[in-house]
């Protein structure tokens, strides 16, 4: 083997070398590179996910505080509305009250007691009953219907059965406690007696 050739050997050798040494040399740089990036971009990571966790917290108790103020107001206008209710329908039996005084304005706190003109008490008493029914009917209450009405658990409360001449059985014979319903809502059941039918002889 000539000696260009070895020389020309050793210097391809040399290059490769070089080459190879360039090359671990760029490798290991680009890897530093990398490695000095990637705390970098984990660092700005986390750094916005911190943003968006502060920035969610604050909506999150913003919202928060928004409906407790919601709850409150709503609990303060329910309050109010009931209250103003109630007075409006306390208001309207105060004339009720008042004929029931002028009523038994003569009788005495305590004993027996016969009005002077009784036809004409038991009319005003009447007028009274009248009176508070149209109350109830304008608050838009209803009474349970009673007498010879089928028997209903919905609206009727049992007292008890008892043969009746006229009245057939599972029917209403008498009412004991008048029930009262607004709309659907029974607000009392009507106490009643139920037929059982003509007695058997």
Do not use: C
Not at 89 to 104: K, T
Not at 122 to 137: P, Y
Not at 174 to 198: E, F, I, N, T
Request: aromatic content about 4%; glycine content about 6%; hydrophobic content about 40%.
């Amino acid at each position: 083997m000539s000696e260009e050739t070895i020389k020309s050997a050793a210097e391809l050798a040399a290059e490769r070398a070089t080459r190879i040494a360039e090359d671990a040399s760029s490798g290991e740089s680009a890897s530093d590179k990398s490695a000095e990036t990637a705390p970098a971009e984990l660092l700005g990571k986390i750094a916005s996910l911190q943003e968006e966790l502060e920035a969610a917290k604050d909506k999150h108790l913003r919202l928060v505080a928004e409906f407790d103020n919601f709850r409150r107001r709503n609990a303060r206008e329910y309050a109010e509305i009931r209250d103003t209710a109630q007075a409006k329908a306390l208001q309207a039996l105060f004339p009720v009250i008042d004929n029931f005084e002028r009523a038994l304005q003569d009788a005495p706190a305590e004993g027996d007691w016969t009005p002077s003109d009784p036809v004409g008490f038991a009319k005003g008493v009447r007028l009274i009953r009248d009176q508070l029914r149209k109350l109830l009917s304008d608050a838009g209450l209803e009474e349970v219907p009673g007498e010879g009405q089928p028997f209903d658990p919905n609206h009727h409360d049992a007292l008890t059965q008892m043969p009746h001449p006229t009245v057939p059985a599972d029917h209403v014979a008498s009412v004991h406690a008048r029930g009262w319903k607004k709309g659907d809502k029974v607000l009392r059941h009507a106490q009643v007696v139920v037929s059982g039918g003509p007695a058997h002889t």
